[in-house]
């Protein structure tokens, strides 16, 4: 059983930055894919970013690419997501999910956090 904590959302204007981090429990954290997915109420569910257990593999959507980065401290079993330059179409309830399996598999997901972009 893994726990997730998501932290760090909240309102910022459009150009503007946010990190969001990921607190999660257990001790086999490193053998999770991390990752993040978006979700607002007029869209389904969209993926973001993910990366492997060694951090060495990073998986992203297109809209992302160049303004998101994502990053993980085995350490303190935690993921981050770094947004940058954000854009109102940006705005939804961010998850953090782990996956023990393929990147788009979610085995167990956070509460979420908010993130809206004001224009």
């Known amino acids: 059983q893994v726990q997730l904590v998501e932290s760090g959302g909240g309102l910022v204007q459009a150009g503007g930055s946010l990190r969001l981090s990921c607190a999660a429990s257990g001790r086999t954290f490193s053998t999770y894919t991390m990752g993040w997915f978006r979700q607002t109420p007029a869209k389904e569910r969209e993926f973001v970013l993910a990366?492997?257990?060694?951090?060495?593999?990073?998986y992203y959507v297109d809209s992302v690419k160049g303004r998101f980065t994502i990053s993980r401290d085995n350490a303190k079993n935690t993921v981050y997501l770094q947004m940058n330059n954000l854009e109102p179409k940006d705005t939804a309830v961010y998850y953090c999910y782990a996956s023990s399996s393929s990147v788009l598999t979610l085995n167990y997901w956070g509460q979420g956090t908010q993130v809206t972009v004001s224009s």
């Open positions: 990366i492997s257990g060694s951090g060495r593999n990073i």
